[in-house]
C-alpha cells in the first residue's frame, strides 16, 4: 500500500527574501556604526545616527531574520502550510519600508517617525495575522501545538 506524501512547503523566496533584507540591514548599520565611530569614543550614543543604526540592527537584522526563519520553520514544525503567501510578501514589503523609513527618519527627521511606526506596526500587525491564520487552519494538532496552546 503506498502512503501519500504531504509536504509543507513554503515558496523559498518568502524566508530568503527576509534573511536577505536583514543581512543588508546589518552590513548597512555597521557601516553607520563605522561613521559614527568618533562620537561613540568619546561616550555620545544618543545621537540621531546612532539610533538610527541600533533600529536598523534590531529591527532591520534581528527582527526580519527571525521573520524568515518563522515562515520556514512554522511549516515545517506544525505541518501546515502558510495561510497565504500573497499576504507574506505584502508583508515583508510593508515591514521592510518600515524599517527603512523608520530608521532614516531616526537619522534625518526624528520628529516624522511617527509615520513611519505606524507602518512598521502595520506590518508587524501583518505577520502576527499570518502566524495565527497558519496555525488556525491546521487540521491535525501535533504536539507543537499543544505545547504552544494551552488546551482542554
Known amino acids: 500500500m503506498l502512503t501519500?506524501?504531504?509536504?509543507y512547503e513554503t515558496n523559498i523566496r518568502l524566508p530568503f527574501s527576509f534573511i536577505l533584507f536583514g543581512t543588508v540591514a546589518f552590513?548597512?548599520?555597521?557601516?553607520?556604526?563605522l561613521f559614527s565611530g568618533?562620537?561613540?569614543?568619546?561616550?555620545a550614543f544618543r545621537i540621531p545616527s546612532v539610533w538610527a543604526a541600533v533600529?536598523?540592527?534590531?529591527?532591520?537584522?534581528?527582527?526580519?531574520v527571525a521573520m524568515g526563519a518563522m515562515y520556514q520553520l512554522v511549516p515545517v514544525a506544525f505541518l501546515t502550510p502558510i495561510w497565504n503567501e500573497t499576504v507574506g510578501f505584502i508583508q515583508f514589503l510593508v515591514t521592510a519600508l518600515g524599517?527603512?523609513?523608520?530608521?532614516?527618519?531616526?537619522?534625518?527627521?526624528m520628529q516624522m517617525a511617527f509615520f513611519p511606526?505606524?507602518?512598521l506596526t502595520f506590518g508587524f500587525v501583518l505577520f502576527f495575522l499570518q502566524m495565527f491564520m497558519t496555525l488556525r487552519k491546521q487540521a491535525k494538532k501535533n504536539i507543537m501545538?499543544?505545547?504552544l496552546i494551552i488546551q482542554n
Open 38 to 43: 568618533p562620537q561613540m569614543v568619546i561616550g
Open 117 to 119: 511606526g505606524l507602518l
Open 4 to 7: 501519500t506524501h504531504q509536504t
Open 55 to 64: 533600529h536598523l540592527t534590531v529591527l532591520g537584522w534581528a527582527l526580519m
Open 145 to 147: 501545538t499543544r505545547l
Open 99 to 109: 524599517i527603512l523609513s523608520f530608521s532614516a527618519s531616526l537619522a534625518l527627521k
Open 27 to 33: 552590513l548597512f548599520s555597521q557601516m553607520m556604526f
